[in-house]
Every structure is written in C-alpha cells, then in structure tokens.
C-alpha cells in the first residue's frame, strides 16, 4: 500500500504520540507499505515552526532529513495535476494543506494517514 502521511501523523510519529493507533503505526512500519512525505507537509511544518505553533527538536531542514533517512520516507512533489485536482473537491474542508494533501492522495492513488475526521468527507481512502 502507498500510505500518505497528514503532517500530525509525522509529527506524531516521530515522537512517538500515544494518540497514534497501535495499528497505524505498525502499517507505517511494514515493509510492504510505502510511506510518503508531501511537499505540501514540509512547507506546514516550517510556516507552523515559524510562528511558533509547534516545537523542533532541530532546524526543519536536519529534522525532517533525519525522519526521511530513519523510517524511510519517500518524498512527494506537489505537481501540477495536484493543484489543479483541488478544483475538482467540494469546499468541505478549508484548509489548504489538507486540501492538497487530499489531491495528492486522489492523483497517485494513495490511501492518506490521518486522524482529520473532515478528510473522511472526501472520496479518498484513509487509514486511521
């Protein structure tokens, strides 16, 4: 399976967050899953680092290059056909990064890791 992550699934993750179900993170872990990073997750995460919103152990840079080599991230570009596939779903969910992130996963056929209850409101498998 090619798994999707939303940003707080990573953050979660790499903390190790009780809040991230058992189940979840052993697919996360399994060798026969491909898990990927979104461009769009990395550019939440350096605008969040920015205003203070959420806490780095490390610059963005080193910190998200050592989650990428540890657990093997694929990384994942935002295309153009990711951008213009956000004109195609309903304004149900308003944030941009999610919205994308919901794109993405529609585009490549991925199943998205999230706790987001909204994304579930999308034709987009989800794995929580």
Known sequence: MNIL?????LLWWAVDDPQLPVGLRQALESPDNQ????SASVWEIV?????GRIRLPD?????????????GLL???IEH??????RDLPPRHKDPFDRMLIAQAVCEGMTLATADQAIRQYDVPVLW
Do not use: C, N
């Open 5 to 9: 992550l939303d940003t707080h699934v």
């Open 35 to 38: 898990v990927f990073l979104s």
């Open 47 to 51: 605008i969040k680092q920015g205003l």
């Open 59 to 71: 610059e963005p840079t080193d910190w998200l290059q050592a989650y990428l080599t540890q657990y």
């Open 75 to 77: 990384p994942l570009a």
């Open 81 to 86: 056909s990711h951008a213009l596939a956000i």
